[in-house]
Structures are given as structure tokens and as C-alpha cells.
């Protein structure tokens, strides 16, 4: 796969006519969005759909259990097992990376003109790195007052959407952690979602307490924990996710979880016009859009309130 700064330069080669911008086609917009989601470990193991339109729903296809009937030969009972269809809206938002480097800059550091490409690396990585907050915590709902409130209101993020309609455990009465609440929470899902698809998405504190925690069993109580215990609670393996708050726990498929982007990912660089001729500098925007969405509200679960 071509590295970021491959990708912005065959970018910028699309429109031979203009100094100032470049437009990535669709395979590009593509290629980007991929390094994006590469940029964290939860966003290798979500689903991603690309989609022209800005707005418009994913389709959900399933079959119902127990389909299987009795064959009486040379009978045609009239019986046909169903397709259950539905869909899920999405409305993507508009999202945009500004960023300026000075030519003084380019001139005077160490690296030279390699300064470009590791600041343009370095900002196709904490893109990958904000998205996925935004795909967890975004709030329309945030308040003014929240330091970021201008980043957090963009969208809403899965765990709004799970705390709303999926099934939430309340760990707010817990004094610490135990293997109960791992068991009570996945109790609260029906059986056909515990199929070995499931994972504890927490972060990375959360997960260091739970080995903590069963340390502490071991050391005070005497006996040994399967190792197995300290990744998996309840057989269930975890995934690290930086962006959850420690006092979140996330379970589900990862394949629930769904961001959808269109093809119109831009990225624009200019060192032309009056502005950068006067400040001696260069321009960079990078432009997308994108909206997380659950496609099973009933096959999730949430932890809350953790101390």
C-alpha cells in the first residue's frame, strides 16, 4: 500500500492545470480513509462502507432460525424460508484538517524538504487517531462549556448511540471491578449475538485495572487465574480503544459498529495566491466526510459509571 505522502502526490498530479489543489478519485479516496482507519487498533476491526451519496441508508439482510422443515418426496409443501431486509440511515458530516507549514521552516529544520512529508504523515495519522474519538464519543448534544465542544458536537458517536438503544449496565453502586460485571452485562444480550464474534472494547487504564484486580485475587486470596481471564473475561477477548473514557466498557461485534464515507475525500495544498505569497507560506486541507452508525442496537451492550 503507498504511504501517505504517495497518495497526496499522485493527488495533486490529477489536476495538471492547477498549482493549488489535487482531488483523490475514488480508488485514492479509498486508499486514504483505509490508512486513516490504520492509524488505531479499533478502527482495523469496524465496518466500513463507501458510499457516492452523503446521505442515504445501508442495507441490513438476515434470515430467521429453526427454518429447516421435513421433506415428503415428491410433495411441494408451498413452504419458502424468508429474507428479512431492512435498512439504516446515515447522514454524513463534513469534516475538515487545516494545517500551514512556512517556507522558513522548510528552509531552517534538519530534515529539509522531508519536513513536508513527515508533518503530512504525521497528520494523516491523528486524523485516524480524532476519527475514532469522534466514531466513540461525538455528541451533538455536547455542552459550550465543554473545552472540546467544537470537536466533540460534530456527530454522533457509538456510545450516545448504544447508551440510547442498546443494553446499558449501570456500575455506578460497584466499588471497583469484578468478574460480575462482565457476566451481568453479557447476560443483559439475547444468546444468537454470544456466538464468539463479541469484544470488550475498553481503554487501556480499564484494562490494566482488571489485571490488577485479578493480581490482587491471587496474591490475597491464594490459587492461580487462567491467563486466558486477564484478555478475555467471561471468554470474551478485549480491545484496547485510547479514545474510551476509563469509566466505559463497550461490548459488541466490532463488524456492528459502521462508519460510512463517501468518495469525496480532498486533499488541497497550495503555495500560490496573495496570501501565501505574502506570509511566505504553505497551505493544506484535508476534506471529508463521514457518520458512524450501529447496524443492531439489540446486539449491544454497555458498561457505565465505572469507578
Same mark, same amino acid.
Given at each position: 500500500?503507498?504511504?501517505?505522502? @504517495?497518495?497526496?502526490?499522485?493527488?495533486?498530479?490529477?489536476e495538471?492545470?492547477?498549482? %493549488?489543489?489535487?482531488?483523490?478519485?475514488?480508488?485514492?479516496?479509498?486508499k486514504?480513509?483505509?490508512?486513516?482507519?490504520?492509524?488505531?487498533?479499533?478502527?482495523?476491526?469496524?465496518?466500513?462502507?463507501?458510499?457516492?451519496?452523503?446521505? /442515504?441508508?445501508?442495507?441490513?439482510? +438476515?434470515?430467521?432460525?429453526?427454518?429447516?422443515?421435513?421433506?415428503?418426496?415428491?410433495?411441494? &409443501?408451498?413452504?419458502?424460508?424468508?429474507?428479512?431486509?431492512?435498512?439504516?440511515e446515515?447522514?454524513?458530516?463534513?469534516?475538515?484538517?487545516?494545517?500551514?507549514?512556512?517556507?522558513?521552516?522548510?528552509?531552517?529544520?534538519?530534515? /529539509?524538504?522531508?519536513?513536508?512529508?513527515?508533518?503530512?504523515?504525521?497528520?494523516?495519522?491523528?486524523? +485516524?487517531?480524532?476519527l475514532? @474519538?469522534?466514531?466513540?464519543? +461525538?455528541?451533538?448534544?455536547t455542552?459550550?462549556? @465543554?473545552?472540546?465542544?467544537?470537536?466533540?458536537?460534530?456527530?454522533? /458517536?457509538?456510545?450516545?448511540?448504544?447508551?440510547? +438503544?442498546?443494553?446499558?449496565? &449501570?456500575?455506578?453502586?460497584?466499588?471497583?471491578? $469484578?468478574?460480575d460485571?462482565?457476566?451481568?452485562?453479557? %447476560?443483559?444480550?439475547?444468546?444468537?449475538?454470544?456466538? /464468539?464474534?463479541?469484544?470488550?472494547?475498553? $481503554?487501556?487504564?480499564?484494562?490494566?485495572?482488571?489485571?490488577?484486580?485479578?493480581?490482587?485475587?491471587?496474591?490475597?486470596?491464594?490459587?492461580?487465574?487462567?491467563?486466558?481471564?486477564?484478555?478475555?473475561?467471561?471468554?470474551?477477548?478485549?480491545?484496547?480503544?485510547?479514545?474510551?473514557?476509563?469509566?466505559?466498557?463497550?461490548?459488541?461485534d466490532?463488524?456492528?459498529?459502521?462508519?460510512?464515507?463517501?468518495?469525496?475525500?480532498?486533499?488541497?495544498?497550495?503555495?500560490?495566491?496573495?496570501?501565501?505569497?505574502?506570509? &511566505?507560506?504553505?497551505?493544506?486541507?484535508?476534506?471529508?466526510?463521514?457518520?458512524?452508525?450501529?447496524?443492531?442496537?439489540? %446486539?449491544?451492550?454497555?458498561?457505565?459509571?465505572?469507578?
Open positions: 500500500m503507498p504511504n501517505n505522502q @504517495d497518495i497526496i502526490r499522485k493527488a495533486a498530479t490529477i495538471t492545470t492547477s498549482l %493549488a489543489s489535487g482531488l483523490l478519485n475514488p480508488e485514492q479516496a479509498k486514504f480513509i483505509q490508512q486513516t482507519f490504520e492509524a488505531t487498533t479499533l478502527g482495523g476491526l469496524v465496518r466500513h462502507e463507501m458510499r457516492t451519496a452523503k446521505t /442515504g441508508e445501508v442495507d441490513k439482510i +438476515g434470515i430467521a432460525r429453526r427454518i429447516v422443515r421435513k421433506k415428503t418426496e415428491n410433495t411441494d &409443501d408451498g413452504y419458502r424460508a424468508g429474507v428479512e431486509t431492512s435498512q439504516i446515515y447522514a454524513t458530516t463534513a469534516v475538515r484538517l487545516p494545517w500551514e507549514i512556512t517556507e522558513e521552516t522548510l528552509r531552517e529544520n534538519i530534515e /529539509g524538504q522531508n519536513f513536508e512529508t513527515i508533518v503530512t504523515n504525521l497528520m494523516t495519522t491523528q486524523l +485516524g487517531i480524532d475514532e @474519538d469522534l466514531y466513540l464519543n +461525538g455528541d451533538e448534544a455542552e459550550s462549556t @465543554d473545552p472540546d465542544y467544537d470537536f466533540l458536537k460534530i456527530n454522533d /458517536g457509538w456510545i450516545k448511540q448504544i447508551s440510547n +438503544g442498546g443494553h446499558v449496565y &449501570d456500575a455506578s453502586s460497584a466499588t471497583g471491578m $469484578s468478574l460485571l462482565f457476566y451481568k452485562t453479557l %447476560a443483559q444480550l439475547p444468546n444468537k449475538y454470544n456466538n /464468539g464474534k463479541l469484544r470488550w472494547l475498553m $481503554s487501556p487504564h480499564r484494562a490494566q485495572e482488571w489485571e490488577l484486580f485479578l493480581l490482587n485475587q491471587v496474591i490475597g486470596k491464594g490459587g492461580a487465574v487462567p491467563e486466558s481471564i486477564y484478555n478475555s473475561p467471561a471468554r470474551i477477548p478485549t480491545v484496547e480503544c485510547p479514545a474510551l473514557d476509563d469509566g466505559t466498557i463497550l461490548l459488541t466490532p463488524k456492528n459498529l459502521i462508519v460510512v464515507n463517501t468518495y469525496s475525500v480532498k486533499i488541497r495544498k497550495t503555495t500560490e495566491g496573495e496570501k501565501a505569497i505574502m506570509m &511566505d507560506k504553505r497551505f493544506y486541507v484535508t476534506h471529508l466526510d463521514y457518520d458512524p452508525i450501529v447496524e443492531e442496537l439489540d %446486539a449491544t451492550a454497555i458498561i457505565k459509571g465505572l469507578k
